[in-house]
């Protein structure tokens, strides 16, 4: 049973100081849920409804050539400084440095 129009819901909401405080007063006055108030002020404009929660953007399936030739030369500069050995013989017969 509301005890308040659609319109009186709204004016009072716009002129309280603490707005999601008034929500639930308006609620326990009109005899309703805090949901019908929100309802009813989304409806005459007094409230914006809570913007819907974007699904998470998906990890793609597949590896583009960015990741396979940074994982290309990753493996090489581990190995390069884990052997210093083969390091220097690269070096003394002058092989470039990256595969």
Known sequence: M???TNEEICRNYKQAKHRQNQIKILADLNQVSVDEIRQILIDG???KPKPKKEAPTPMPETISDTDVNYSTHLKFLTE???HP???NRRYQKGT???P
């Open 2 to 4: 509301m005890e308040m």
């Open 45 to 47: 404009g007094a409230l």
């Open 80 to 82: 390069y400084i884990q």
């Open 85 to 87: 050995a083969e390091r």
């Open 96 to 98: 470039p440095c990256c």
